[in-house]
């Protein structure tokens, strides 16, 4: 009896793979995803072989399926792999979010590998510290400045004079809805925005076999919890940021920032942009104040990191915890690892993934 409901379980399995190995036929035979084939005969790969359940293999045919189709309305390739790389891609009350979530680290490997896969190219992160259209006219009018110190209004009344006095008094007309349409240098050099600039650049060292596509991050949202993945990619592998030092003097974004920690990153690279030359001396004398809660703080955010080890940062109340902290610390991070003990899981999971 058991071996038959084991025949019965392994049957109803198979024809779960059976039924995505016919979607996927069907969508390989479809010239409008031509650009994802490359990406669906890996998927078929793993439906023939069985490596990931099948659940796993529904919940990504579904995913390129969906992105071959913000592609087709005109989105990037670089920006569609982008966003599915953040929890926000997919609408949380979307059965495919919650399956997407439940194996995200798996989901994230196998993005990233698909970049080569459908030979995007090389991808390079721009990270902009520039503000919008609203935020430039919080600085004008003044609101930017409410709820922080007089001296942070009356410094940024000394640079709009001698933004004035080079005849930048309209200064912010250089900024637009998005932070990528911003010209860095107003009429001067064709009126050419960030993103304009950053793009004639790469295409001036690309090659046919490197392409190189900007992917542009605004500094807006890098603090969103689903940024957090990408932000955390950006301080590993390194970034370029753009910083605008008109917008520097917005509290509120230049606190978002802050927040980010990418200046701290030695693969960080930052160029600031002036209007003119002149400004930066003044610049350099004004004052910033950050605001945070203990909320905001990198601390409290990698205590509650899923991808973070846990007992990495943590709460303690009680003193022999603290110490006991200490010693788990400095075992794993400063003495060598002794080998383990072997027992029964080791034996089980000996040769756990290996084929």
């Known amino acids: 009896m058991l071996m038959a409901l084991r025949n019965d379980l392994s049957k109803a ?18 010239d409008t995803l031509k650009v994802f084939h490359p990406a669906l005969n890996k998927v078929k790969h793993w439906v023939d072989l069985k490596i990931y359940p099948p659940k796993v293999l529904r919940a990504l045919t579904e995913l390129l399926v969906r992105m071959n189709a913000d592609h087709r309305q005109g989105h990037s390739l670089s920006d569609i792999f982008d966003q599915a790389l953040t929890s926000d891609y997919i609408g949380r009350e979307v059965p495919l979010w919650r399956e997407i979530e439940a194996s995200r680290g798996v989901f994230d490997l196998i993005l990233e590998s698909f970049r080569s896969e459908i030979k995007l190219g090389k991808t390079i992160p721009i990270v902009l510290l520039v503000m919008n259209k609203a935020e430039a006219n919080e600085l004008v009018t003044g ?5 922080y110190p007089n001296n942070l209004r009356t410094e940024f009344k000394k640079l709009q004079t ?12 250089h900024y637009q809805d998005s932070s990528a349409e911003w010209r860095p240098f107003g009429n001067l050099a064709g009126g050419e925005t960030v993103e304009q600039i950053v793009e004639k ?13 900007p992917s542009f991050q605004s500094i807006h949202k890098l603090n969103d919890p689903n940024s957090r993945r990408m932000l955390r990619q950006l301080r590993r592998d390194g970034c370029i940021v753009i910083a605008d030092s008109i917008s520097m003097r917005h509290p509120k974004l230049m606190s978002s920032f802050h927040r980010t920690a990418l200046d701290s990153s030695f693969c960080t ?3 600031t942009v002036a209007p003119v030359q002149s400004t930066f001396q003044l610049m350099r004398e004004m004052t910033f104040v950050l ?4 909320s905001d703080l990198e601390l409290t955010k990698r205590r509650t990191d ?15 915890d603290l110490q006991r ?6 075992r794993k991070m400063y003495l060598p690892q002794s080998t383990g003990q072997t027992g029964i899981k080791d034996f089980m999971f000996a040769n756990f993934g290996k084929r």
């Open 13 to 30: 399995y198979d024809s779960l793979y059976n039924k995505i190995n016919e979607s996927l036929l069907e969508y390989l035979r479809t």
């Open 143 to 147: 609101i930017a400045f409410d709820g």
């Open 162 to 173: 001698v933004l004035k006095k080079n005849g930048l008094a309209d200064w912010s007309s």
């Open 201 to 213: 650049a790469l295409k001036a060292i690309e090659t046919t076999d490197c392409k190189l596509i």
């Open 269 to 271: 690279s930052i160029v």
């Open 291 to 294: 605001q945070f809660k203990v």
């Open 306 to 320: 899923v991808d973070e080890d846990y007992g990495v940062c943590i709460e303690l109340s009680e003193g022999d």
């Open 325 to 330: 902290w200490i010693l788990d610390r400095v």
